[in-house]
T-cell receptor, first 113, second 114 residues
């Protein structure tokens, strides 16, 4: 069984530029999560999808962040414009159902200069 | 809001020594999950505890869930260099649309000296 796939693995951009991250969850997993992880800290939930529906997006800075999960499978997280403080690892995870164990992808390490 | 705290933040041990990390939640948890993140890697699910007072073992790892379901611990017996990494506990919100949302502790970073 293939794991959670994310791309790109690394991204370096200048501040004010846009950036997008892509995630393909484990086949059949209904729930998809986007987390941000800063160095030395645990993952922080940005948004959770139940199929196509976005729930738990209270931590998503909606003025600059957006996300979508078309057809309830792949998902994209976008930042526009990026700020220096957005530098972090962005992790995608999926689970069969909400509350079940989560499977994380390798993450995208974003550096904003 | 819900807070999940872990201690210690760092632990350095000699190979063969035991290691324990503790997790405390500000609210009662429906269950608790433990994850391990190797340096440069991503979190990997280890186990989920559901019942009050539950104890589960995975080889040298022993996981406990407190009677009040507000705390948990992970104990590693006779550490090996392969145990190096950050250990996170995570507690889910219960009820409403936030059910299934995990709050992660800040993690305990374990280093093992050979």
């Amino acid at each position: 069984e293939a794991g959670v796939v994310q791309s790109p693995r690394y991204k370096i951009i200048e501040k004010k530029q846009p950036v997008a991250f892509w995630c393909n969850p484990i086949s059949g997993h209904n729930t998809l999560y986007w987390y941000r992880q800063n160095l030395g800290q645990g993952p922080e939930l940005l948004i959770r999808y139940e199929n196509e529906e976005a729930v738990d997006d209270s931590q998503l800075p909606k003025d600059r962040f957006s996300a979508e999960r078309l057809k309830g499978v792949d998902s994209t997280l976008k930042i526009q414009p990026a700020e220096l403080g957005d530098s972090a690892v962005y992790l995608c995870a999926s689970s069969a159902y909400r509350g079940y164990e989560q499977y994380f992808g390798p993450g995208t390490r974003l550096t904003v200069t | 809001g819900q807070q999940v705290m872990q201690i210690p933040q760092y632990q350095h041990v000699q190979e063969g020594e035991d290691f324990t990390t503790y997790c405390n939640s500000s609210t009662t948890l429906s269950n608790i999950q433990w994850y391990k993140q190797r340096p440069g890697g991503h979190p990997v699910f280890l186990i989920q505890l559901v019942k009050s007072g539950e104890v589960k073992k995975q080889k040298r790892l022993t996981f406990q869930f407190g009677e009040a379901k507000k705390n948990s611990s992970l104990h590693i017996t006779a550490t090996q260099t392969t145990d190096v990494g950050t250990y996170f506990c995570a507690g889910p919100y219960a009820g409403g649309t936030s059910y299934g949302k995990l709050t992660f502790g800040q993690g305990t970073i374990l280093t093992v000296h050979p």
